[in-house]
């Protein structure tokens, strides 16, 4: 038990991170390596920042997962500034936050609260909400998983 609340916390940071995956992939194809470099950068120095402000103010171990959580927001929300300053030609911070997608993101505020309330009632709830807000987007997965389950020479290298 002591386990599932770090667990759970660094569960939701990388589904934060993993919501990031195309754009960093669409700055590396375009040779834009060095920005985003520095935008990780940037991102592992306030992750070692937070660590030590966090691990001085407290002493449980899930206190910390809140160092990787704030900062892979963070470095989500950078992305899609440098995004739409790079790629669309816009700027400035309501940009940064206008391209957060709400389906991932209120789930994970709720899941997070339910965390450190203990609230097993409140993370089912943030699951299913999860699934409910992304109904359309997995439904468009299913031809695919069909067509790897019905076509195992798809595997083959």
Do not use: H
């Not at 990031?20 to 935008?39: C, D, N, Q």
């Not at 070692?48 to 989500?76: D, G, K, Q």
């Not at 739409?84 to 991932?104: E, P």
């Not at 699934?131 to 020479?153: A, C, D, G, W, Y």
């Amino acid at each position: 038990y002591e386990s599932s609340k770090p667990f759970a916390l660094l569960s939701v940071s990388m589904a934060l991170l993993s919501g990031s995956f195309g754009i960093s992939i669409l700055f590396i194809s375009f040779g834009k390596e060095l920005l985003l470099g520095k935008v990780a950068l940037s991102a592992f120095i306030l992750n070692l920042v937070l660590v030590w402000i966090v691990s001085s103010y407290s002493s449980t171990f899930y206190a910390l997962c809140f160092a990787p959580l704030t900062t892979y927001f963070v470095y989500s929300c950078l992305l899609r500034y440098f995004y739409n300053v790079v790629f669309l030609k816009k700027s400035g911070l309501q940009q940064m936050f206008a391209s957060l997608d709400g389906r991932l993101l209120v789930p994970v505020l709720v899941l997070t609260v339910a965390i450190v309330m203990d609230n097993i009632i409140a993370q089912i709830f943030a699951y299913l909400l999860v699934l409910l807000l992304n109904i359309k987007r997995m439904k468009t997965l299913l031809p695919i998983v069909r067509n790897l389950v019905n076509n195992p020479s798809l595997f083959k290298i």
